[in-house]
């Protein structure tokens, strides 16, 4: 089964489901070949990987196997996504960063490149849980998205878009920006539904993709908003889907897309079974009722003598 696709202000086509390829742990390389090789199989074509996941090279070789396989007929088949990390968040850095990516995909080209956050960072700074004042840098948002259109323009990357910018950024990125983002891809799911965000992507025809769409349950900072809300286990239950479908299609039912990282073959499945299905009106508005909150706060990028001084200001007060 593949996910319809959506058409992007770049006029590129994008499925709806994209497969993340973060890990902690990482696999070994020869293990992550294979998970990526079955997703392949399943029917993924998106992928989203980034420089900070240290997964672009596995994801590469899958790639070029399945196609060397017939397993799909060729690239242009896939649709991939990188990102820019924000040690590498500065126009000179821009196209280093970017060759080095397509250097580790065995790639001309991406099909997504996003901006991963709206800062910068000292290069050499690995250690994100502790970063000093002096590894927090001014961000230049306008020459970085300048360089980061130069790509697009030299068809380095078929379309640009960021991560993680809140309805402020957007509208100052937008002030310069000859090409605009693409996407906005954010942490988004039942438990954080981005009201604010949604509908001004919407308005200035920026497609909203969700990171994080079961709040990372199991994960080191997720939370349990959505595998264990009880408004979601009454409505699975209800139709006979896993709650992980409905929280799926909750978000499809918005209009945005969405990236699901599951390296079990059961799980990798039923998260691309969930069109043929809708939610009705009632359990739209049960799913409004849920408790709002962020899952990841983003707080060690603060520095109260650092270019974000707050929390509220990493987000512009969208909380």
């Known amino acids: 089964m593949k996910a319809p696709e959506i058409l992007l202000n770049s006029g590129e086509k994008?499925?709806?489901?994209?497969?993340?390829?973060?890990?902690?742990?990482?696999?070994?390389?020869?293990?992550?070949?294979?998970?990526?090789?079955?997703?392949?199989?399943?029917?993924?074509?998106?992928?989203?990987t980034a420089a900070s996941y240290g997964t672009e090279e596995a994801l590469g070789i899958a790639v070029s196997q399945a196609i060397e396989d017939g397993i799909v007929k060729g690239r242009d088949e896939f649709f991939i996504t990188s990102k820019l990390w924000i040690t590498d968040a500065d126009p000179n850095l821009v196209f280093p960063a970017l060759k080095k990516t397509l250097g580790n995909?065995?790639?001309?080209?991406?099909?997504?490149?996003?901006?991963?956050?709206?800062?910068?960072?000292?290069?050499?700074?690995?250690d994100l849980l502790n970063l000093s004042k002096e590894d927090h840098l001014p961000f230049d948002m306008h020459g970085t998205w300048k360089a980061?259109?130069?790509a697009n323009k030299l068809g380095l990357a078929k379309s640009i878009g960021v991560s993680n910018f809140s309805c402020e950024k957007l509208s100052k990125l937008l002030r310069?920006?000859?090409?605009p983002p693409a996407v906005n891809q954010v942490e988004m799911n039942v438990g954080w539904q981005q009201r604010k965000l949604v509908p001004f992507c919407k308005e200035k025809n920026i497609h909203v993709t969700?990171?994080?769409?079961?709040?990372?349950y199991g994960?080191?900072?997720g939370t349990n908003a959505?595998?264990?809300?009880?408004?979601?286990?009454d409505i699975a239950a209800s139709k006979s889907k896993t709650i992980a479908q409905v929280a799926l299609r909750w978000i499809y039912e918005q209009g945005s897309s969405f990236i699901v990282k599951s390296?079990?073959?059961?799980?990798?499945?039923?998260?691309?079974q969930i069109f043929c299905w809708e939610l009705t009106e009632e359990e739209m508005d049960q799913i409004q009722q849920i408790p709002q909150g962020r899952g990841f706060s983003g707080n060690f990028f603060i520095h109260p003598e650092g270019p974000i001084k707050s929390i509220e200001e990493l987000w512009d007060g969208d909380l």
């Open 210 to 216: 969700a990171w994080s769409p079961l709040s990372a």
């Open 263 to 272: 390296f079990n073959k059961e799980r990798m499945t039923k998260n691309l």
């Open 14 to 48: 994008m499925p709806m489901v994209g497969f993340g390829c973060a890990a902690h742990p990482i696999p070994p390389l020869e293990e992550l070949v294979a998970i990526f090789l079955d997703a392949i199989k399943i029917g993924y074509r998106h992928f989203d």
């Open 176 to 179: 310069d920006a000859t090409i």
């Open 226 to 233: 959505v595998m264990e809300s009880p408004v979601l286990k």
């Open 105 to 126: 995909l065995g790639l001309e080209y991406l099909n997504l490149y996003l901006v991963h956050w709206p800062l910068r960072v000292k290069q050499g700074a690995v």
């Open 148 to 150: 980061m259109e130069d």
């Open 219 to 221: 994960s080191f900072w």
